[in-house]
């Protein structure tokens, strides 16, 4: 059977499914019809049909028109009769169920106020006059009744039309819902105890002589906030049908008039408690879905606080620890329990202690994040760097504060080692060889993250040789001192200029566009170091651009390297830009690779 064909035979199923529960809803409800054997204020078919409905889709309507015909048709009423209320008893349910699948706010789960208030506004007292109206009319026209007791027809036809919707719909709609993890069906023996205690209130009600009519109230909020929306919804009906027998049975405070005035009077009253009811659930449910959301939040931020990489410590405004996380205390050494009966100042020191209560200070008088270089002690002695961004933690008012940590004892340490290596070139005073290949690695991590574009520029002076051994190393000195100061005064503030080699000068450039901006960089250097006198030296210059496929300095120094010697063949004052068209013969490609090495190696 092919997917049509299973589509096809499950819409029977539910159109058959319809008219038999519709059939048997207007047989219960027509056995309390007084006034006319047509109408009565107990009409649950209402109900069934707009949920089956919503439920199943409009293409089920069918089991309306069956429903309903053979319903009336079954109560005496003759085929015209009958198929002139059946238009009605259809049309109603349809445009209910039409009019709220339109409306964007509407979600039969029936969760939030504005959805009850839709289906029992629009589904119930609203539609349900087309039913009422056009069945009255029908009435009229088969002299099934009389013009002056048409008013009084249409009344106790609407009435019973829409507190079936009010009654039915809900539970249905929840009902479909209803799984095994639902507290209904769960909590299986309070649901059992409930359903005993609301027929005990009900029958109490019904055969005492005491006005506790809104005694009835009890289970309902019992079910309302244990249950929620279907358990007010199931305790609804059971208090409905139990009120019907009893007061059809001349029972209760609302038998006090003719059959048909008591009904309606009863019904007007099932409608107040299923509102209620429904209403009350949807607070519960509401304040149930805010409280899983704060367990849910709650959660995965202690799951994220836990696993974290980065040390984190919460202390009240004291000092005290009150949390740590497994990364607080591997950076610490000291174990979690332990920590949690320290404060921040053990950890501290004494020394460090005033520096982190103007912190906290701080973050009270301004309330925003701050952070703080301190350095712990472990129980074996060892020192930890780290680097704190503080938060305030709020509970109203601030209880405490957060500490993210990162560890900076590398990094330190790094940094101490490289202000003790001689990190300037001795002649100029500029970047030696070993800051410059740093930088370089900088720019490029910098480059990674914001795609800003990084060129390298090498420049060689020609003929220095030549300068160095016909005025002295001293003169060499004074050129390669004024050359820098000169390349330093060309440079924007980002771009950094160092000194590589004997007479090679390195310029790292980033930002940077395009090819074009790094030629016009070269050109200012070209021309400033012409312009140092007395010698007015030219330099050729290799620059190379940054590409995809550079991942590491070597690549990006050694197409610079590349370019200027390719330049140095063009002839003095030369620029030459990396491309396919450069290709280094094997000697070339060897000592720069060993230069490298050495470079990369200091």
Not at 114 to 134: K, P, Q, Y
Request: hydrophobic share 50%.
């Amino acid at each position: 059977m092919g997917p049509a064909a299973r589509g096809w035979g499950q819409t029977v199923t539910r159109i058959a499914l319809l008219a038999a529960l519709y059939l048997a809803g207007a047989h219960a409800g027509l056995a309390v019809a007084f006034s006319n054997r047509n109408v009565t204020t107990v009409w649950p078919p209402t109900g069934i049909a707009v949920a089956g409905l919503l439920i199943w889709g409009i293409d089920v309507w069918p089991g309306i028109v069956i429903g309903a015909f053979l319903a009336n048709i079954t109560n005496h009423a003759g085929v015209g009769t009958s198929a002139a209320i059946v238009v009605g008893n259809t049309a109603a349910p349809v445009v209910a169920a039409l009019v709220l699948r339109s409306v964007s706010w509407f979600d039969d789960a029936l969760e939030r106020l504005r959805d009850v208030l839709s289906l029992l506004l629009v589904g119930g007292f609203g539609a349900m006059t087309i039913s009422a109206t056009l069945g009255t009319s029908a009435l009229l026209l088969t002299h099934a009744t009389t013009a002056s007791r048409a008013l009084s027809v249409w009344a106790v036809w609407w009435v019973g039309d829409a507190i079936g919707v009010v009654l039915f719909a809900p539970f249905l709609l929840l009902a479909s819902r209803t799984t095994r993890n639902d507290p209904i069906v769960a909590r299986l023996r309070e649901t059992i105890l409930l359903v005993v205690f609301a027929v005990a209130i009900v029958l109490t009600v019904f055969n005492v002589h005491a006005p506790l009519a809104y005694l009835i109230l009890v289970p309902v909020v019992w079910a309302a906030l244990s249950f929620e929306q279907v358990g007010a919804s199931l305790v609804t009906i059971i208090l409905a049908a139990i009120a019907v027998a009893e007061t059809v049975a001349g029972h209760g405070p609302f038998a006090s008039g003719t059959p048909t005035q008591n009904l309606a009077s009863l019904q007007i009253f099932n409608a107040i408690v299923a509102f209620a009811g429904l209403s009350l659930a949807c607070v519960a449910s509401a304040r149930r879905r805010a409280e899983d959301a704060l367990r849910s939040s709650e959660a995965r931020y202690r799951r994220l606080f836990e696993r974290a990489t980065d040390p984190i410590w919460i202390h009240d405004l004291d000092g005290r620890i009150t949390y740590a996380n497994h990364a607080a205390a591997r950076v610490t050494g000291y174990p979690i329990d332990r920590l949690s009966t320290m404060s921040i100042f053990d950890l501290a020191g004494a020394h460090q202690e005033p520096t982190i209560r103007r912190a906290i200070r701080q973050l009270l008088e301004v309330g925003e994040t701050t952070s703080l270089e301190i350095e712990l002690r472990g129980p074996g002695g060892t020192l930890v760097a780290l680097e704190l961004s503080a938060v305030l933690v709020r509970e109203g008012e601030p209880t405490g504060v957060q500490l993210i940590g990162r560890d900076i004892t590398a990094r330190n340490i790094t940094e101490g080692q490289l202000r003790r290596n001689a990190l300037r070139d001795p002649v100029t005073g500029l970047p030696n060889r070993t800051l410059v290949i740093e930088r370089i690695e900088y720019a490029l991590a910098v480059d990674d993250d914001t795609n800003t574009g990084v060129a390298l520029v090498i420049c060689d002076i020609d003929d220095f040789g030549r300068i160095n051994t016909t005025d002295g190393r001293g003169a060499g000195d004074s050129l390669l001192r004024s050359v820098g100061h000169k390349l330093d005064g060309v440079l924007r503030g980002s771009d950094t200029i160092g000194r590589i080699g004997g007479d090679e000068f390195a310029v790292i450039v980033s930002p940077i566009r395009d090819a074009d901006e790094a030629h016009l960089m070269a050109r200012r250097i070209s021309d400033a170091v012409h312009g140092c006198a007395p010698h007015h030296p030219t330099v050729c210059i290799g620059i190379a651009i940054r590409t995809p496929d550079i991942a590491d300095v070597e690549s990006l120094v050694r197409r610079a390297d590349l370019a200027m010697r390719h330049a140095k063949r063009g002839g003095a004052g030369s620029i030459e830009m990396y491309g396919a068209h450069i290709e280094p013969d094997t000697e070339v490609f060897e000592d720069i690779r060993t230069r490298l090495e050495r470079s990369l190696e200091r």
